[in-house]
């Protein structure tokens, strides 16, 4: 991609977070504490998205969804993926049905 969006932005900086002292950065903190940890805090910040869900309150909604989001930034770095890679799948299923696209995976695993 040609111009860098906030998703692109906050996944270079986690890249240069990585090497940092985990004593000055909350990124290199978790990326060095391992893959559980960082798993812990996805199913955190989906329990808070579901929770202000729940309350109702849209502006709550946001914040815990961009929590969840960074989060998934942080595991995705760990494995050495990129929004890019996430971009491209979503276009790949881009006009299939939902259930048409999950019946094709379910086959590929069987299969």
């Known amino acids: 991609m040609t111009s860098p969006t906030i998703l692109h932005r906050l996944a270079e ?3 240069t977070r990585k090497q940092a002292d985990a004593g ?6 978790l990326l060095q504490s391992g893959q559980d940890k960082i798993l812990k805090k996805i199913a955190e910040e989906s329990a808070e998205t579901i929770m202000a869900s729940k309350d109702g309150d849209a502006q709550h909604v ?4 961009a929590d969840l989001w960074f989060h998934c930034l942080v595991l995705l770095s760990h ?11 979503l276009e790949k299923r881009e006009g299939l049905s939902g259930i048409t696209e999950k019946a094709a995976r379910s086959m590929k695993k069987t299969g």
């Open 79 to 89: 494995h050495g993926l990129s929004p890019d890679d996430v971009l491209q799948e």
């Open 62 to 65: 946001v914040r815990e969804t």
């Open 13 to 15: 900086t986690i890249e």
């Open 24 to 29: 000055s950065s909350y990124v290199a903190k």
